[in-house]
């Protein structure tokens, strides 16, 4: 996907074609990872260290899946966030994740900010993910990982 | 498309698949919080760091996952 976006980048000025295309990139990404990780991670068996770190693996692949929400509602709804520019450039992707994680571990700076309705439910939508999952999911995999030591 | 479990694949797999989490876990967290600022600030060096931590992550993938098309996958976004 990468390569056919490159090539476009060379044909011609870069377009909001480009970034759907990096964005459906992400996602397919986030989900198939998300997909054998989660799989290695809950498969029958003792829970090791490197199992809670996959569990981690998992959180920060729900803000990478966030981030291609982000940028797919961004380029579908003109103004959707205030402060996040939607350019196809290098800065994108760094502001992009920057955005996702403050919105997943509920930090919220304020520089970027969802305005409209449907950015403001998935971010909320990704706040709850990212207080739940570790409260819930993630301390069950460490509570397991505990016990099977004594 | 799924790997065999008597190929060479397939025993990596039974040995490496914990250890190999934790291995992604690092490789991501280098990919977001490292190489993508330090591509936003212009450094074209990490362009190829990037891709070589993204082939890396991508043999991750296909050692833990024993499928080619999850592997191929991952080489579609990062290719």
Redesign the interface.
């Known amino acids: 996907?990468?390569?056919f976006v490159i090539i476009l980048r060379l044909r011609g000025t870069p377009s909001a074609f480009d970034l759907h295309m990096v964005a459906a990139?992400?996602l397919?990404?986030s989900i198939?990872?998300g997909?054998?990780?989660g799989?290695?991670?809950f498969a029958p068996g003792a829970v090791?260290?490197?199992?809670i770190?996959?569990a981690?693996?998992l959180y920060?692949?729900i803000a990478?899946g966030f981030v291609a929400l982000f940028a797919f509602v961004g380029l579908l709804i003109p103004k959707a966030f205030s402060g996040l520019v939607l350019e196809d450039n290098?800065?994108f992707?760094?502001?992009a994740?920057y955005f996702s994680f403050v919105t997943l571990t509920t930090v919220g700076y304020g520089d970027i900010v969802p305005v409209h309705p449907i950015a403001r439910s998935l971010c909320n939508l990704e706040a709850i993910c990212g207080q739940l999952y570790p409260a819930t999911l993630l301390a069950r995999i460490v509570t397991l990982e505990v016990a099977s030591r004594h | 498309m799924t790997i065999g479990q008597g190929n060479l694949l397939g025993t990596l797999r039974e040995r490496y698949?914990?250890?190999?989490?934790?291995v992604?876990?690092a490789l991501?967290?280098f990919l977001?919080f490292v190489v993508?600022?330090l591509?936003?600030s212009?450094i074209v060096v990490f362009q190829a760091v990037g891709v070589f931590a993204a082939l890396a992550?991508m043999t991750g993938?296909l050692i833990?996952?024993g499928?080619a098309i999850?592997a191929l996958?991952?080489w579609?976004?990062?290719?």
């Open positions: 996907m990468n390569v990139a992400w397919v990404l198939t990872l997909a054998v990780v799989r290695a991670v090791t260290y490197h199992r770190v996959g981690v693996l920060l692949l990478l290098a800065t992707a760094s502001s994740i | 698949s914990d250890p190999l989490l934790t992604l876990t991501l967290l977001m993508a600022p591509q936003a212009g992550m993938v833990l996952s499928s999850a996958r991952c579609l976004r990062f290719q």
